[in-house]
């Protein structure tokens, strides 16, 4: 049961555009998610989170949304620049304590076109 | 300062070997996590560590194991190697095991099983 989705393997944008990658998410246990962007042959790099009593954090030209009643993230980048093609992964993780992990989406590759 | 270090960065080994992994975390992180990536199934949560504790564990045979040492350092073993093994096997870190807190990824060991 996958309880973090991607559905779309792949997106590709022109250079200066909008990007807008979607999360959904199963779990309600769920309160803390998390992007990050992976280039071939190298380990995830955080991007950007967000709180479950949030609905909106912004960092430079990234921003994620939080709609927690339809369980829906979403990743915005603006402007879209070649340098951001990578996969982009969706995280989320659950009441802290002592059961930190991550489950992670399948991931969206992202291909910025010049 | 220093990233997560995880050596090898590429092993291959023959089926029914064992294989040992090395992560050393950045410096004051005391949580480490364990992920294995694969084309199929995307990132899968392995384990968790935190002060020599294993705090949770994924839904992994127990040919894979893993310790903690006192300096935070953690290793992961898998015995009698599989052709499916054969993956980019992620370590990261974070401050505490809380839901709250971003996780830093290595670059992996990309395991390969003939």
């Known amino acids: 049961d996958q309880q973090v989705k991607q559905n779309s393997p792949s997106l590709s944008v022109q250079e200066g555009r909008i990007s807008i990658l979607n999360c959904d998410y199963t779990?309600?246990?769920?309160?803390?998610f998390l992007w990050y962007k992976k280039y071939p042959a190298e380990g995830p790099t955080f991007l950007i989170s967000i709180s479950s009593i949030k609905d909106k954090n912004e960092d430079g030209r990234f921003t994620v949304f939080l709609n927690k009643s339809a369980k829906h993230l979403s990743l915005h980048i603006v402007p879209s620049q070649p340098g951001d093609s990578a996969v982009y992964f969706c995280?989320?993780?659950?009441?802290?304590?002592?059961?930190?992990?991550?489950?992670f989406g399948k991931g969206t590759l992202l291909t910025v076109n010049p | 300062k220093a990233g997560v270090t995880q050596t090898p960065r590429y092993l291959i080994k023959t089926r029914g070997q064992q294989v040992t992994l090395s992560c050393s975390p950045i410096?004051?992180?005391?949580?480490v996590s364990w992920y294995q990536q694969t084309p199929g199934q995307g990132l899968q949560f392995l384990f968790e560590y935190f002060s020599e504790t294993q705090r949770n564990k994924g839904n992994f045979p127990g040919r894979f194991s893993g310790r903690q040492f006192s300096n935070s350092r953690s290793e992961m073993n898998v015995s009698t190697l599989e052709l499916g093994d054969s993956a980019l096997y992620l370590c990261?870190?974070?401050?505490?095991?809380?839901?709250?807190?971003?996780?830093?990824f290595g670059q992996g060991t990309r395991l390969t099983v003939v």
């Open positions: 779990n309600s246990m769920f309160d803390y």
């Open positions: 410096s004051g992180h005391r949580s």
């Open positions: 990261a870190s974070s401050w505490f095991p809380e839901s709250s807190t971003e996780a830093f």
């Open positions: 995280a989320a993780s659950g009441s802290g304590g002592s059961n930190y992990k991550l489950t």
